[in-house]
């Protein structure tokens, strides 16, 4: 791929850099509570708006308000350090060929961003992880509970657009969710890739 003048490429994190381990979460979610509350109640696997991940991911409740609802649904005994460890087995790494291509991106001239659905225990894992790499490669983070909106609302598009400061023209999107990137297209006129792979192919 060439590089244009001041472009800006915004991936989204989970499932395009940071591996998903969802079988791996689900059992540990099930060692602690039902099935019928992870899916309905906590919203592992859906997208309804009316879940607890959803509230968590948009900032309507805390870490320590997810934490609290969650043991309240919870196996006798449960503890937060057990529902916490649970969530966080979603996380499955960042593979060192993932990193090389950020790199190379960056060598480039290109600037990088991070435009992601996720909460704050999620967060906290992360940077616990991998911190000073992110922020040696990214320009800024874009997280949809601090900004109170998640992909795909269009209202999340549109600050993260505003605040790249640049013509649609220059800016490529990375998101492993077709109806993220149909989103991207249509709400800020930005080009979707579902792959750093077909990112590098152009």
């Known amino acids: 791929m060439q590089s244009t003048n ?4 915004v991936f989204d994190f989970g499932g395009v850099l940071m591996q998903h381990d969802r079988e791996g979460c689900l059992a540990a979610l099930r060692q602690l509570m039902s099935d019928e509350y992870i899916t309905n109640g906590l919203g592992f696997g859906n ?3 009316d879940t607890l991940r959803y509230q968590f991911e948009t900032g309507d409740c805390s870490a320590q308000e997810f934490l609290d609802q969650v043991l309240a649904h919870s196996k006798p005994g449960a503890t937060a350090q057990q529902v916490t460890d649970a969530w966080n087995r979603m996380h499955a ?3 060192d060929s993932t990193w090389n291509q950020l790199e190379s991106l960056r060598g480039k001239g290109y600037r990088l961003y991070l435009m992601s659905n996720t909460d704050d225990i999620h967060w906290q894992h992360t940077m616990a992880l991998y911190g000073e790499k992110i922020d040696d490669l990214f320009d800024a983070v874009f997280l949809s509970f ?3 909106t998640a992909k795909p ?6 600050v993260v657009d505003r605040r790249l ?3 649609t023209m220059q800016t490529l999107f990375v998101d492993d969710v077709a109806v993220n990137r149909k989103a991207a297209h249509q709400y800020v006129g930005w080009k979707a890739f579902e792959t750093i792979d077909a ?3 152009q």
């Open 153 to 158: 609302d269009e209202a999340f598009f549109k």
């Open 6 to 9: 001041q472009p800006n490429i």
């Open 199 to 201: 990112l590098f192919a």
């Open 93 to 95: 790494g960042i593979a």
């Open 165 to 167: 400061a640049a013509s």
């Open 146 to 148: 601090e900004e109170g």
């Open 47 to 49: 997208d309804s708006h």
